[in-house]
């Protein structure tokens, strides 16, 4: 089992930047992979960007460039720092985790707007 706990969200500005932060209930050595999802309203959930167990990151084309993903393994956190923010990225993010299965957050709010 994995409990997720996500913060970080909140209001930013077009062109501004947010940090989410995602913090996992055991050790994410042992977690194949963690992302981040996104779904705004009316739209269908995607994918932002995740990092398996090996590092690789991969993104959305539309954050490519903006985004960065990454891993803090003694925090067992896993970091979404957006920049340049649009108002198309407002939406509720979520963390996920592909352990046994794949276990999602609550979710945390996004929202640009001048």
């Known amino acids: 089992q994995v409990q997720l706990v996500e913060s970080g969200g909140g209001l930013a500005q077009p062109g501004g930047s947010l940090r989410l932060s995602c913090t996992a209930s055991?050790?994410?050595?042992?977690?194949?992979?963690m992302g981040w999802y996104r779904q705004a309203p009316g739209k269908q959930r995607e994918l932002v960007a995740d990092i398996p167990s090996s590092g690789r990151t991969n993104y959305a084309d539309s954050v490519k460039g903006r985004f960065t993903i990454s891993r803090d393994n003694t925090k067992n956190t896993v970091y979404l720092q957006m920049n340049s923010l649009k108002p198309e990225d407002t939406a509720v993010y979520y963390c996920i985790a592909d352990y046994d299965r794949r276990y999602w957050g609550q979710g945390t709010r996004v929202t640009v707007s001048s």
């Open positions: 055991r050790s994410i050595f042992s977690i194949n992979a």
